[in-house]
């Protein structure tokens, strides 16, 4: 459901578990699956292959400072694992 909405130019918020390592980001920004340690929101707003797979590409509320300028990559096993629930919006038309 993320992916089809990002391809189809919508924007779906993640209601995501949070794993350890998504309090302290590292390059290559890519999160997979681990223990939930909390909930979070987070938009995802593009998809990249890595490493053989698609991945979406999320921006996150707590500022420039977190991974990479805001954003982070999900890959499967954390969308299958630590994806709690899915709201998508459309974007506006411009025109």
Do not use: C
């Amino acid at each position: 459901m993320v992916k089809e909405a990002i391809l189809e130019s919508k924007l779906p918020i993640l209601g995501v578990s949070l794993t350890e390592g998504f309090y302290t980001p590292k390059p290559p920004w890519v999160f997979s699956a681990g223990q939930p340690q909390g909930l979070h929101a987070v938009i995802g707003v593009g998809l990249a292959d890595y490493e053989g797979e698609t991945v979406v590409l999320i921006r996150n509320s707590w500022g420039e400072d977190w991974a990479n300028s805001g954003h982070a990559w999900l890959d499967n096993s954390f969308l299958e694992n630590n994806l709690e629930d899915v709201l998508v919006l459309r974007r506006g038309e411009s025109g």
